[in-house]
């Protein structure tokens, strides 16, 4: 089978419903993102910090996967298929999607202050609240400034792909922008963006589309590789 690798962003997710990390003036849901999303933010005001992820998590859990997740999933029926995204969002498992590498955390899971073991986290996380050795939990996010634990995996996939996929994203964000360079040289590159980044190399095929119907016109390229 083809191995078909995906790397998703915001873009997909903000067809649900979910707000774009980051909008044009820079804030997120109103905050600058070096209160909220940083762990010198955190340091200074955890309780806002906590609020700000509870926030989303409830909003991630009245919100479904679309037709882009759905049509990502289905491909599993006929090529190997792997998702690098950089959301912290669960859609793309809620669609049915069986290998997903989540670059930047998952809303749905938490962590001690001090140590990597991943609780589940449906509800809110309040000050207070502690790991059995006592230190507070944290949402499994990672922060600016922190390192991205799944990068060296993510290359790795990376080289195997035969197909790659990048939708949602602008890729500016590093180090998660650069794992397309990661791929077989020649491999054929769908680059599905509203407002896509200028891209000089003949094998990217870029779709000016948002992520649903962008999706749909890919599943055309494909069918015909």
């Not at 909008?23 to 070096?34: A, F, I, K, N």
């Not at 010198?40 to 005001?45: H, I, L, S, V, W």
């Not at 991630?60 to 190997?80: C, G």
Request: charged share 20%; glycine share 6%; aromatic share 6%.
């Amino acid at each position: 089978m083809k191995h078909i690798v995906v790397l998703s962003g915001a873009g997909i997710s903000a067809e649900s419903g979910l707000k774009t990390f980051r909008d044009s003036d820079g804030l997120w849901e109103g905050h600058d993102v070096m209160e909220v999303a940083t762990p010198e933010g955190f340091a200074k005001n955890p309780a806002l910090v906590l609020e700000f992820y509870n926030q989303r998590r409830r909003q991630l859990l009245e919100v479904h996967p679309n037709s882009a997740h759905a049509d990502l999933a289905a491909l599993e029926e006929q090529y190997k298929v792997t998702i690098i995204t950089q959301n912290v969002d669960d859609l793309h498992e809620r669609a049915g999607s069986t290998h997903v590498i989540h670059l930047h955390g998952e809303l749905l899971k938490s962590r001690s202050v001090i140590n990597d073991e991943i609780l589940s986290c449906t509800s809110d996380i309040k000050l207070g609240d502690v790991c059995a050795k006592g230190h507070q939990i944290r949402p499994h996010i990672v922060w600016f400034g922190e390192a991205v634990p799944l990068i060296d995996t993510a290359m790795e996939v990376c080289k195997t792909a035969d197909i790659l996929i990048i939708i949602g994203t602008s890729m500016q964000v590093y180090p998660a922008a650069g794992l397309m360079h990661y791929v077989p040289e020649n491999t054929p590159v769908y680059y599905i963006d509203p407002n896509p980044a200028a891209m000089d190399d003949k094998h990217i095929i870029t779709i000016h589309e948002n992520a649903t119907s962008g999706m749909k016109t890919v599943l055309k390229y494909i069918a015909l590789e």
